[in-house]
Structure formats: structure tokens, C-alpha cells
């Protein structure tokens, strides 16, 4: 049994988090806390009366340090690197949800984020928390740099054809629309019901902070530099992400040969699931579940590869896949935890 905290709890990672670990029967949650929301975890959601009694105060270092063995931190981005060095400190394993950690370049985390990297000595030590590419660095791991929610439905649907068929690709576009959960709890008037409701937009054009990330993962895997063009959208729904991929080839992959690739690639993963053909990703099919459905099609004429991804931005996208990096740490069953 590991006593777990969640830093962020009011927040909707922080609250998905704590949802999944009070199912986990090897977990017992022991801290909670939410600077800008204090009182009963069952009032800050509702949907949890019954099932907790834990009481949420602003952050306490030494309370965190006292009462926990791993920490998650569902904070906003900046934030988790003023935090985790003391945790790391005190030898408490942390799993980070904000962006903190996930870019090994403090340059690119500056131009991204806008502020310097306070913690570089455990930026350089941390390991991003993919699972299906970076498991076994995961077990062994004291910082885990949870990846972003759009990174994840992109680079699960781009891994098996970057890892198998690099010198082939020419481009990759990244076209992918998330729920306004995606957001976070924020108040901006472009995340209000009758701004969303009935509308549908692009957002952050070839800006996101999220390209990077994904460019310098693909990057790693393919050995070779390799840059994505990737736009997100705002769907008028709670949750989910749909991701179409558009990869540009020198020769065009034959399908069923690419499905089996990746069926091989993703064979043993507990999470990915590969759809068969003519078969398409839906949300209400993935979400509140830790999966990620993905199909391809290709355009001979065109040179052309389609692949679609569906994740849940609040599970696979943050909090499912901070749980499944827990269960690795800890030599839990990935598995461990999910209703499924």
C-alpha cells in the first residue's frame, strides 16, 4: 500500500486523478490540497460524497513531505517547479501533470511558457511519462513529466510509422479538436457555455505549446529532427480529442501492411487499441477510459497516410495516464485501478 497526495485537487486533472486512486485497491490517498479551493473533497465533487472524508487546505510542504509517498501534481504550468525540487528532496517519487518537465530545453520552455526554468538540475532528470515508448525508464524513475493531452493521441497514433519508416516521411500535419475540459477550470469567456455551444473554432494556429513536445519526442524516436505542423480546435463538448494525422510519404505504405505494423507495435499494450479497417476513432468510445482507439487509411495517388486517434484529454490525456505511470513506478498492474 503507497500513501498517495494530490497537489491540485480541485482542478479537473486533480479531480480525475482522485477519482481513479480512491478505485486503486493498493492506494491509500493520505494529502490533498487546492490553493484557491479549501473545504471537503465531497463538496468540491459532489459526485464523491460517500466515498471520502479527506478535507482539502491550501499547500503545505512539510504535510505533503510527512503524510505521502508519491505526489501527483495537477497544478498549473510554472507552478510544479517551485514544488517538486522539495519533494524530490525529501525522496517522495512525483508525478507531474502540468508541462514543467516535459521539454528537456530550458530555451524552448522560455519561448513556450513564457518563464525561465527554475528547476533545471531536475529537468534534466526527469522522464517523460509515455508509457508505450518509455516504460521501462518509467520504473525506475523518481520525476515523471506526465505528457499533454494533445501530445498523447498524436504521438500514439505517429510512434509505429516514425519508429519503423523515418527516412519515408516527408511532412506531418496534426489536426486535432479537444473538449473544453481541456482548458482547465479557468474563467474566460471563451471557454463560456453560450461561446462554445453550437460553435466550433481553431485556436492557437501553428502556436501551441504543445509542438514542441511533440516534435522533440518524434524527433528522438526517428533520429533525425522532424517538425509537425499541428493546429487544435475547441469542440462545443465536455471532453475527449479527436486527432487526424496527415503524414506526406516518399512511397505510400500499403495498408495492410501498416496495420500490422501496428498491431505488432501496440501487441501488448493494455491501453492501445488498433481498429480494423474502415473502422473510425469515436469519443463516446473512449472517454472516461484510460484507451486510445486508432485507425489508419492511405491515398496511393496521393502518397498520402491517414491516421486517426481518439484519447480522453482528462484520462489518457492527464490523469489516466498518470495513474497507469504509477502503477509502472510501483510494479502495480497497469491495469490496476480502471474500471474497464
Known sequence: MIRAGIVGVSGYSGGETLKLLLNHPQVRVTYVSANNTQGPVDTLWPSLKGRTNLICHTYDPAKAVDQCDLVFLAVPHTVAMRVAPDLLKNKKKVIDLSADYRLTSVDAYLNWYGQAHTDTEHLSTAVYGLCELFREKIRTAELIANPGCYPTGSLLGLLPL???DTENIESIIIDAKSG????GKKLAEGLMFAQVNENFKAYKVLNHQHTPEIEQILSQVASRELSVSFVPHLL???RGILSTIYVRCVRTPKLDAMTD????FYKTEPFVR???SGDQPELRTVNHTNYCDIALAVNE????VVITTAIDNLMKGAAGQAVQNMNIMCRFPEKTGFQL
Do not use: I, M, R
Request: proline share 10%.
Open 180 to 183: 473544453v475540459s481541456g482548458a
Open 301 to 304: 495517388q496521393q502518397n498520402l
Open 261 to 264: 505494423v501496428y498491431n505488432k
Open 274 to 276: 488498433v481498429l480494423p
Open 236 to 238: 462545443p463538448v465536455t
Open 162 to 164: 516514425v519508429s519503423t
